[in-house]
């Protein structure tokens, strides 16, 4: 299994929404729907609430790649 790391500028995120924003998912509602139909976990388990609260050093499956979630430091 690849890994690649999401960078998050706030926390918590909506899982949804990295899901849409990364490019996983083609839209919101397409975010939605591949979390309802269960094929995401969070930390290793499936996860099906849409708007599970991700944060930094959670980990994320989908689609054969696993995501670790970093949240960016925006201090200068």
């Known amino acids: 299994m690849t890994q690649q ?15 849409k924003f990364t490019g996983m998912a083609d839209s919101g509602g397409g975010a939605k729907n591949v979390v309802a ?23 994320i499956e989908f689609a054969g790649v696993k995501y670790i979630v970093k949240l960016e430091d925006s201090a200068p």
């Open 37 to 59: 139909d269960g094929q995401v976990k969070v930390n290793g388990a499936v996860e099906l609430q849409k708007r599970k609260k991700i944060m930094s050093g959670d980990t």
């Open 5 to 19: 790391i999401i960078h998050i500028h706030r926390e918590p995120v909506e899982l949804y929404k990295i899901l």
